[in-house]
């Protein structure tokens, strides 16, 4: 654990510091800091500390300047012997309040409390995580055009999307054409792709939508689905692995 000691008493910092190494050899003290403007400073220019112990009277002003000057985004433990603060302290990043003297007592306490945050949001990190992989991440609809009306789509019920003359469109299974306003890179990165293969630069094809394939003599595969294609849909001799794959994932 690293930790910041923001203390203007060099025997009160001396305490602090046997006592923390005294309960946890592997807590280490990365500055000592005895005044609102130095702390500011190294807040600003240093990778931020696990656990900051903060005196509330500093040789320049009390410790709360040192908030209303700079981000401070790790907890903090005020360390002081007047409990006038208290109501104030627990406004910014505070987990605990010690009176001076400090004991190893008090000190446990205030390094459980931080356990106990940090066990209380690392499993709230962990179920947020959870929620967001249980969300569905790609389209499961789309907007089409068919002439001046425009109709949403489930994508399960296309066949296929190609583009024509810098357009692109959408089959459905029935084989009637829709105008698609994305572009089939756009229509790519929306869709499961594990539905959804990116044929060539001209054919994104459903996996429903192939009826069977053949490979040909240049190392290319030729593809036929439903509903035809007016010309051959064919998969590039370095892709042939990878739509292999795809195809026999079902």
């Excluded at 949403?152 to 054409?177: C, M, Q, W």
């Excluded at 190392?219 to 739509?243: C, D, H, M, Q, Y």
């Amino acid at each position: 654990m690293k930790v910041l000691i923001v203390e203007d008493e060099h025997t009160a910092v001396q305490k602090l510091e046997d006592l923390l190494k005294q309960i946890d050899p592997e807590i280490h003290v990365v500055a000592r800091l005895n005044s609102v403007y130095d702390t500011i400073t190294w807040i600003r220019n240093n990778e931020k500390p696990d656990l900051g112990f903060f005196d509330i009277q500093l040789s320049d002003d009390n410790s709360f300047g040192i908030f209303e000057s700079c981000q401070v985004d790790f907890p903090i433990v005020f360390v002081t012997a007047y409990d006038d603060y208290l109501l104030k302290a627990f406004e910014v990043n505070s987990i605990h309040y010690l009176l001076k003297p400090v004991n190893d007592q008090k000190l446990r306490k205030a390094l459980d409390k931080l356990t106990q945050l940090d066990n209380h949001f690392m499993s709230q990190k962990i179920k947020a995580l959870l929620s967001d992989n249980s969300k569905p991440t790609t389209t499961t609809r789309i907007i089409a055009r068919k002439g001046m009306d425009y109709i949403p789509l489930n994508v399960d019920e296309i066949a296929y999307f190609f583009t024509e003359h810098k357009l692109s469109f959408a089959r459905n299974k029935e084989g009637l054409l829709y105008t698609v306003d994305q572009t089939l890179m756009e229509l790519e990165d929306q869709l499961d792709r594990n539905r959804f293969f990116r044929a060539n630069r001209q054919y994104l094809i459903h996996i429903n939508a192939i009826v069977k394939f053949r490979s040909s003599d240049n190392g290319k595969l030729e593809i036929e689905v439903n509903p035809a294609t007016n010309e051959k849909v064919s998969v590039a001799k370095e892709r042939a692995k990878a739509f292999r794959s795809w195809v026999n994932q079902f």
